[in-house]
């Protein structure tokens, strides 16, 4: 570990704009930080992951990091990085969204502890929902000119009508003013020093620390800014993207196992930047981890270090195992007697979105031939004949196992009492399903 918080993130390729005094600042003494999060979701996807690990890296150096849930802020919608404005969610929704936000974070980190660096867990919405529009405009809107807001990249690209945007209302304006008002009070009640976020925020975050300036007349008000870069892929596609959608830190959104998937089919060149941001190995290990994929590219050792430290980080050992046991599975030799194995709920993440079909136990114990499993009772194929021809041409599988026409299916061939995998060549799997 570096003696310099600011030095280990730099090296993890984590900083992408840094106020001055800002270093400074953080090798002087402890100092209390913030990172918001807005409760757009119920949850939190990979993106999140970057800000969650900034915090545990701050508190790892002995730095007071507070997390802050925008209960109110999400009732606006920040504009940053956004061509059009945000639907406003009702406050039902916002509530809901806010305690899974706060149980998401309280994974990372320790809301409990008596450590003088204690992590703490904030809702803007505690000291924003007493405040009157009209104590809000003399107090806060005094202090910064609309020249100043307007300058800001986030609302300069909105009224320009770049990216197909149809400009922005006076709500999503004031957005920057409230997320300053946020550092201004917690500078006041915690003595936060310091906002972190990605660099689409660096606009918000500067006006924070203006605001904390311009609000504190006659005193030596200081405060800090630095962001991080937002992460993309190598060949320039989204990163935190699957083809099902958002990759997020709860299992019963994301499956542990497509998790692991997500970290362990990364590119090369993406897994060899990721992991240094998204674990928290040391300089030595990753390089020499990096060295040995470089060997042996094709054993894939980088990717899969990386997926094994962040599924760990995200949900815990024994997931990784069984998420690695599965994905395993899937290539072993001896596959018919592994896959009984894994519990119903791994099986069938693994085989999510393969086409089923249900047949009765009545049918099944009658004797189930290999034409009714891919023809005549299932559809799997279009046709009895297709059925026998592709079974003539030898490339029909049980449990990855070839059969022939003569095959009969029995309990033997369940998979966790219920389950048949049924492979037609390489690409076409279909499941069975006796109910």
Known sequence: MSKSLVEELRWRGMVHDIMPGTEEQLDKEMTTAYIGFDPTSDSLHIGSLVPIILLVHLERFGHKPI????GATGMIGDPSGKSDERNLLDEATLNHNVQGIKNVLSRFLDFNSKAANAPLLVNNYDWMKDFSFIDFAR?????ITVNYMMAKDSVKKRFSGEEGSVGMSFTEFTYQLIQGYDFYHLYKTHNCLLQMGGSDQWGNITTGTELVRRMNVGEEAKAYAMTCPLITKADGSKFGKSEGGNVW??????SVYKFYQFWVNTTDEDAEKYIKIFT???KETIENI???????????LLQKRLAEEVTTFVHSKEDFLTAEKASNILFSKTFKDDIKTLDEKTFLDVFEGVPQAEVSKADFEGGFDMIAALSAKTSFLNSNGEAIRALKENSVSVNKEKVTKDYQLTDEDLINGSYIIINKG???????KVV
């Open 67 to 70: 997390a802050l849930v925008g």
């Open 280 to 282: 928290f190995l040391d």
């Open 249 to 254: 830190l709860d299992a019963d959104k994301t």
């Open 139 to 143: 107090d806060v809107g005094k202090r």
């Open 290 to 300: 990096v060295a040995s994929h470089k060997e042996a590219p094709h054993q894939r």
């Open 426 to 432: 390489k690409k076409n799997t279909y499941i069975i």
